[in-house]
């Protein structure tokens, strides 16, 4: 399982790289991968972060991340021979990319583990706990994903909840917690990467809507995420593009996708006069 590198990056960073110039429309690339893209959430820290994810187009090798922060990032995948999943991920606070060489005092700690999540570690672009959950998402559905972060003296403990919509009930995934300095909930973004990168990827679209978000701040007061920010990574194409579509944003990467919002664009949606979702 590949986890995207451009993540770690802080949000000051990102911003930089989405700087960079694209080439031009002819310009022949060797990419091997379609770009990755993001949107930042202008919301301040908080202890709950919920998002709205609908899949518009995918193809093997897909990350749809809809509730990504500091330390870990949540969202669903299409892997191949038709294997769906949802996958909820939290990293080590050391550097590195073995997880082997990770001191158990500095490992991501499981807290909690619903019997039909599979819980490893990872490594190989930085290191941490990550979960999986075999479901077969569809095309069109809107799916429902929130993170919990608690405080826990000098470290922070994260809960993956995903809302079932055909038992209509929250599942909750996992419990990961990690060494944060006592940090809470903050950083909060969205992407859509290929970590198929075999060449042909680029060639194939990727869109979502992301959308409906709320984050609680620290006083408890709840947030509408209504505000936006585009980047990109380095990864020379311009087939990517971030709008307005009604009341959600639309991120998307690959094959004939214009781009007609430049990066570093913030892109935002009128306040919805609709109550807050039902959380676990």
């Excluded at 294997?83 to 990293?91: A, E, P, Q």
């Excluded at 990550?130 to 998402?137: G, V």
Aim: charged content about 25%; overall charge negative.
């Amino acid at each position: 399982m590949k986890h995207t590198h451009s993540i770690l990056l802080s949000l000051s960073a990102v911003l930089c790289l989405a700087a960079a110039p694209a080439p031009a429309a002819d310009e022949p690339s060797a990419s091997r991968a379609a770009r990755s893209v993001h949107l930042w959430w202008d919301a301040s820290d908080g202890d709950l972060f919920y998002n709205e994810a609908t899949i518009q187009e995918s193809v093997p090798g897909s990350y749809f991340m809809a509730c990504g922060w500091n330390t870990g990032y949540f969202g669903i995948q299409e892997l191949g021979r038709g294997r769906k999943l949802v996958i909820f991920s939290v990293w080590d606070p050391t550097r590195g990319d073995n997880p082997n060489a990770v001191p158990d005092e500095q490992r991501v700690e499981v807290l909690h583990q619903d019997p039909d999540v599979q819980v490893s570690r990872f490594g190989g672009e930085g290191t941490g706990g990550k979960s999986l959950f075999d479901f077969d998402w569809q095309n069109g559905q809107a799916y429902r994903l929130m993170v919990r972060g608690e405080v826990q003296g000098e470290k922070t403990a994260y809960s993956g909840y995903f809302f079932l919509p055909g038992e209509n009930r929250w599942k909750h995934l996992v419990t990961f917690r990690t060494r944060t300095g006592g940090q809470p909930l903050k950083g909060y973004y969205s992407f859509v990467e290929d970590f198929r990168r075999d060449g042909r990827s680029p060639h194939e679209v990727r869109r979502a809507l992301f959308g409906h978000g709320w984050v609680r701040s620290l006083d408890g007061r709840w947030n509408a995420l209504t505000k936006a920010t585009f980047t990109a990574d380095r990864t020379p194409l311009d087939n990517i593009n971030a709008v307005l579509d009604g009341d959600r944003f639309s991120l998307a990467t690959g094959g004939e996708t214009k781009n007609t919002t430049p990066l570093r664009s913030n892109l935002e949606r009128a306040p919805l006069d609709v109550p807050l979702p039902d959380f676990p």
